[in-house]
């Protein structure tokens, strides 16, 4: 579906009343849909489409997945959580997940930014070399 940028401008106006102390509000999301969807204005579902794409986007900002060969203790969760705290800001969902075909190392993803310190990323860059 082609959006107007009428309606890009009115989503993103949207998704700006929706965001409180630098955050998603997702009660207030939710009763900003409830009223475009009464109202019906002209476009509206390319604005709840251009709408949902941003809060999209946030939800993936704000989360973050750390892979690791070996389980981390949880003092080193809560270093890796402060710093990811420091760099991206409060608000931050962090998952742990253990991935023995990393086969040392971590990698940490945070919306579109990948941090692979991995033995198989470093592996598959040597092969990469020859």
Avoid at 2 to 16: G, H, N, T, V, Y
């Amino acid at each position: 579906m082609k959006i107007s940028k009428q309606a890009k401008r009115d989503a993103k106006e949207l998704f700006r009343s929706c965001v409180v102390n630098g955050l998603l509000d997702e009660d207030r999301a939710r009763r900003m849909v409830q009223r475009v969807l009464e109202a019906k204005p002209r476009g509206y579902l390319a604005i709840l489409a251009h709408f949902q794409r941003l809060v999209k986007f946030d939800l993936e900002r704000r989360t973050a997945k750390i892979e690791s060969a070996a389980p981390l203790t949880p003092e080193f969760q809560s270093k890796i959580k402060a710093g990811l705290a420091r760099s991206y800001g409060q608000g931050l969902n962090v998952s742990f997940a253990q991935n023995p075909a990393l086969i040392g190392g971590m990698r940490i993803k945070v919306g579109s930014d990948v941090y692979d310190g991995s033995v198989q990323a470093r592996l598959a860059a040597l092969q990469e070399s020859f």
